[in-house]
């Protein structure tokens, strides 16, 4: 199983990106995707999470998507704050919960650093 986040980079504050994650290995649909976040020196937080048909989400400060013809899932994240920076990674789990332990699967993470 593979999650491949792309989309990271530097952002001034009040800017947007949008972070990509394609999964290759899994049947996809079957599984609640979410994003989690680290920062340096900080514990891992939980971001967004959906559900296996995109119908519910675990709602966040951010919005979650996802395309299941494509594999892939989607954070937008708009009004972006220093305090945003963070490795982003998107995780594969049975269901949508803010806790990590749910998740069976984890990405390699992309960095997004914002600058005030």
């Known amino acids: 199983v593979q999650l491949q986040a792309s989309g990271g980079g530097l952002v001034q504050a009040g800017g947007s990106l949008r972070l990509s994650c394609v999964a290759s290995?899994?049947?996809?649909?079957?599984?609640?995707m979410g994003w989690f976040r680290q920062a340096p020196g900080k514990e891992r937080e939980f971001v967004v999470a959906?559900?296996?048909s995109g119908r519910d989400s675990v709602k966040g400060r951010f919005t979650i998507s996802r395309d299941n013809a494509k594999n892939t899932v989607y954070l937008q994240m708009n009004s972006l704050k220093p305090e945003d920076t963070a490795v982003y990674y998107c995780?594969?789990?049975?269901?949508?919960?803010?806790?990590?332990?749910?998740?069976?699967?984890w990405g390699q993470g992309t960095q997004v650093t914002v600058s005030s």
């Open positions: 290995g899994l049947t996809f649909s079957s599984y609640a």
């Open positions: 995780v594969a789990g049975v269901r949508p919960t803010s806790v990590p332990q749910t998740y069976d699967y």
């Open positions: 959906i559900s296996r």
